[in-house]
């Protein structure tokens, strides 16, 4: 028997306009407890680039295919 890892998905998406946040959020496969730990990682990579100074406290990557 062979078995296939499920792809798991976040997506946080936070809009910022002149007295308006809308935040929206898409998960596939991805437990609250996951949900609650992804974001708990970026909270602390935000953290660790202010410690060092870092104005562009987001990095952003690409995944294979996408322009």
Same mark, same amino acid.
């Given at each position: 028997m062979q078995m296939t890892?499920? +792809? &798991? #998905? *976040?997506?946080?998406? #936070? !809009? #910022?306009m002149t007295n308006n946040i +809308?935040?929206?959020m898409k998960t596939q496969n991805v437990t609250p407890q996951e949900a %609650?730990? *992804?974001l708990e990682m970026? &909270? !602390? +990579? %935000?953290l660790d680039n202010l410690k060092q100074g870092r104005k !562009? %406290? *987001?990095q952003a990557f690409k995944k294979e295919g996408e322009q």
């Open positions: 890892e499920e +792809q &798991k #998905v *976040f997506l946080l998406r #936070v !809009d #910022v +809308q935040t929206s %609650i730990g *992804f970026a &909270k !602390d +990579q %935000i !562009d %406290i *987001f």
